[in-house]
């Protein structure tokens, strides 16, 4: 039997960690050059698969692969594609396995979130049905912690950790201020179908009366007199008020907090606007001086302070999609699995893609206080864990150094893709 | 003669290491209990002084004002209140005197700005006039490095370490989502007069080509044509582009970029709105998919970068101020000298308060690029050295451990104060 190359791609929205993941499943093939022959990533996530885009990974340096656990956002670009349906689109999915076929690839490692678990299903069915087999392993990513079968998913704690952190030095400047200035601080942070993120803020508290003080969850219908109300009485009894607020948060009607306020000078509706929105809100009902920030990417390439166990978690996934390739499996998710112990422990796991696609995983309403605003003890210690641990980048001249790779595609055997 | 006590104040904005100074000022006074008695420190700046609300420093344990190094915010309280102009006002500066009267104090270690500044020179004339010798010295913090006769202003260093760390992960993050997805991100910065914060992102390229790709400055006046024009340009050029705007920035009338757009529902004007205004300004006349940021405090507050550089020299302003107290000086600033030599080195100066107050230093013209976009080869050595080294605040549970002060009021000696 010829040896089979391997195809690795990232999707969606980038992590801190997601290079972690590739340095894990790279490491792992160049450890089974018996059995794997070479390993190409996708320029652009799997537009690279599909324009024939092929970078050779052998032709990185094994310090540059190493490296890549602490570098941030996607070493061999990702993209924002959604594959169609498969009825619909037989020739986009005929295209990956002509692309594959070519280049003698039967291993493919997909590593993102929901949409990639959907795509990497896919191509092991059409793999079938075209009697070309494929491997298709899926390696989890995603900030939103959505993925189901998984306790966390990779990158998560990482964003976790930086939310929780920016939340406590954030509140400890204000504590500083509120005397005679601002009283309000308001952090927006990405969720925009579940809380997670902003539920991570909560670890900021270490007794009862720390910040944040609220948070503002995509979960709960946001009722402004409520709100109004809450941030009064905190401002009262403490001083300052530090808001937590989820970009996904809405009214009970579904219409988005930041979509309903802001237009700019073009009539363009405002989007990302939540913190300003409550903000407006706040100053209009209280007359409190606040101030607001947004992290926006800055949450997610955090990497100069991401969680450790998020980085070795990441890498494990990367590395385990391998090694369950070579165990013969396929249309699979690779998973985090939480131990049983009082002490926090974690194994890897798999899930049967047929069951993982198109389920969200939602956060439970019990991790959420009666209130709405807070979160409980039982999502602390869901949390936790997650943010444990530092795993500081190099630096060289003050920066972190975050090498550049080579990324040097390989000669295209195919005509030009005309989709897409 | 009786030993005097001393009285120290936290004023204005805080930053990540201004509670190093505090540090360094306690410190040196408890190795010199044979001089200074008490070390009394202002419950929220100036304002503990008016109001008589003094915090015994002493009750303190040496452990938690070593922890005071890694700690930012202001641990006694800030206070965004300025003396008034010592003719209009000759009766505040009379109770500060009173108070310090009451309480033996002989010592102010004024930790601030440009305003701070002003108002310890005033202390010092004041006491001068009212035949109660006080030794009032300043030592500098303001993270807007806008403080005249000094290097550079403790605080500063670390959020331009914050600010360049920050472009460079989140610069990472969109190069990867580019090729399908945003093509645009743009980081708001503090600096409302000056651009040494949004200068410093300019850290973050390596080498030519690398982003940010734009700096926008207060100092040079805006035109929407050639910011889009230069936008446009990089995008077909690299793919992307990443913009760093200094909040301050604004047209050739003085216009802020930021208020001249956003009102929201309640016909509030929007400030802090240099990114989203950008970015409809891009979207607008080039439709490229955005995303920004907006540090706010985060930036002054994030402790967990900190540069080492900077938190060694506002230990040592603080440390220093003592010693030049002892040393029988009065209103005169301390100061960070740089070394001549071609290795970066510094050492403390002072300089006379006479001079200091009122002066704003601005970012010479030689630092910003012809185009007015970017950072100059002089810039970057000027400010490569500040953000050198890391100082890791120790971690506890996966978070910065940032321990709370006693803060026990001293008894109060005389009237309550009817003023402000």
Same mark, same amino acid.
């Given at each position: 039997m010829i040896k089979k190359n391997a195809f690795y791609a990232q999707s969606g929205g980038v992590t801190a960690v997601i290079n972690a993941s590739a340095s894990g499943v790279i490491e792992a093939c160049r450890e089974h050059k018996d059995k794997i022959g070479k390993l190409y990533a996708g320029q652009n996530g799997i537009l690279g698969a599909l324009h024939e885009? /092929?970078? %050779?990974?052998?032709? @990185?340096t094994s310090a540059a692969i190493s490296a890549l656990k602490h570098t941030p956002g996607g070493a061999f670009g990702s993209c924002r594609y959604k594959m169609r349906n498969l009825e619909d689109s037989t020739a986009e999915y005929e295209r990956l396995i002509e692309v594959f076929k070519a280049h003698n690839i039967g291993y493919f490692f997909y590593n993102g979130g929901g949409d990639s678990a959907d795509t990497c299903l896919k191509v092991s069915q059409i793999s079938a049905r075209m009697g070309y087999p494929i491997q298709a392993i899926h390696i989890p990513k995603t900030i939103?912690? %959505? !993925? +189901? *079968?998984? %306790?966390c998913s990779p990158g998560f704690g990482s964003v976790a950790k930086y939310v929780a952190i920016s939340t406590k030095e954030a509140s400890l400047d204000i504590a500083s201020m509120a005397?005679?200035?601002?009283k309000i601080f308001i952090l927006e942070v990405m969720g925009r179908h579940a809380g997670w993120i902003a539920a $991570?803020?909560? /670890?900021? #508290? @270490?007794? #009862?009366?720390?910040? +944040? &003080?609220i948070i503002v969850f995509p979960e709960i219908p946001f009722v402004r007199e409520e709100f109004i109300a809450k941030v009064e009485k905190v401002v009262k009894k403490n001083g300052y008020c530090v808001v937590v607020a989820s970009e996904g948060a809405s009214y009970a %009607?579904?219409? /988005?907090i930041s979509g309903s306020l802001n237009k700019d000078a073009f009539g363009h509706q405002q989007l990302g606007g939540v913190a300003p929105t409550l903000a407006s809100m706040v100053k209009h009902a209280l007359g409190y001086k606040y101030h607001y920030a947004l992290a926006d990417y800055l949450q997610r390439a #955090?990497? &100069?302070?991401? $969680?450790k166990t998020d980085v070795e978690q990441a890498y494990a996934v990367g590395r385990a999609a391998v090694e369950k390739a070579l165990q013969g499996k396929s249309a699979v998710m690779v998973t985090i699995e939480r131990g049983k112990g009082e002490k926090y422990s974690w194994h890897i796991g798999e899930a049967s893609l047929e069951k993982v696609a198109n389920v969200e995983k939602k956060m439970p309403r019990? *991790?959420?206080?009666k209130d709405g605003f807070g979160i409980t003890q039982k999502a602390r210690e869901y949390f936790? +864990? !997650?943010?444990?641990g530092e795993d500081y980048p190099p630096y060289k001249q003050g920066m972190p150094y975050y090498p550049k790779l080579k990324k040097l595609l390989v000669d295209k055997k195919l005509r030009r893709w005309s989709g897409s």
């Open positions: 885009n /092929l970078i %050779d990974t052998g032709k @990185e939103d912690n %959505d !993925l +189901p *079968f998984t %306790d005397a005679s200035s601002t $991570s803020a909560g /670890l900021a #508290a @270490e007794e #009862a009366g720390d910040a +944040p &003080h %009607d579904g219409a /988005l #955090a990497r &100069h302070i991401a $969680s019990s *991790f959420i206080t936790q +864990p !997650l943010i444990m």
